[in-house]
């Protein structure tokens, strides 16, 4: 798993902001549910999750220690922030709703993913994200791949595959059904964002598992040198992956 620099993060990803506050007004709440935020971050988007619950409950859950350190800075007593693998994931009791932005693409073993969710929610619950999808970030990869092969960064690169997982929506669809969701709406949507801080964004949200694989030292010329190759002002091309599902409520047959 990569590192995440949970301060400087919380700093620059207003733009991750605005997609996730999105993504936010399309889970439909009444205010009293319980709800899961699947990859909870500095907590800023959970606050704004448990505004609109204000007779519920909020357990943000993040794999990072630190930003599970400022989530909970960030939330105090207004949520239960816990440090946990999503594809590992127990609750002491089902939710009624899954939210999750920026997160399921960090998880490569999507089958296992959509298994926890789907556990983690009671009967009738829904499941509202997003994420990278396919072609996310496409030219950001390519210029990092052209840098990281360079001479002076290549044995550090070596053998190495990024750890992410930029799915289609058939494919998400299809895995989704197999989880046991119902009501499964996937699709793409393109987000190109200019961030107001270049080089901190791209060293904190895109490029931070490549900078992992280098010594402190390297890290500034390696976002620099990839920067370059990145046609001014920067963007970055994301490609949103949003997901739409629900488990299944009891069948009202009487049988």
Known sequence: MRTWDADTYHRVAAAMDEMALAVLQRLPLAGDETVLDAGCGTGRITAALVDRLPRGRVIGVDASPDMVRRAREVLGERAEVRLADLTGLTLEAPVDAV???????????????????????????????????????????????????????????????????????????????????TDVRCWLAPNPVV?????????????????????????????????????????????RLNIDAARPAPSSSGR
């Open 195 to 239: 961030p107001e801080e270049p080089l901190a964004y791209l060293a904190t949200v895109t490029l931070g598992a490549h900078l992992d694989r280098l010594p402190a030292g390297r890290r500034a010329a390696f976002v620099e040198e990839v920067a370059a190759l990145l046609p001014e002002p920067i963007t970055v091309d994301y490609v």
């Open 99 to 181: 939210f999750s932005t920026a997160t399921f693409h960090w998880i490569l073993d999507h089958d296992r993913l959509f298994a926890c969710l789907h556990a983690a929610l009671r009967p009738g619950g829904r499941l509202v994200a997003q994420c990278g999808g396919a072609g996310n970030i496409a030219a950001q990869i390519a210029a990092a791949d052209a840098v990281a092969a360079r001479p002076g960064y290549a044995p550090a690169f070596a053998g190495w595959r990024r750890a992410h997982r930029f799915a289609g929506a058939e494919e998400t669809a299809a895995k989704l059904a197999d989880a046991g969701f």
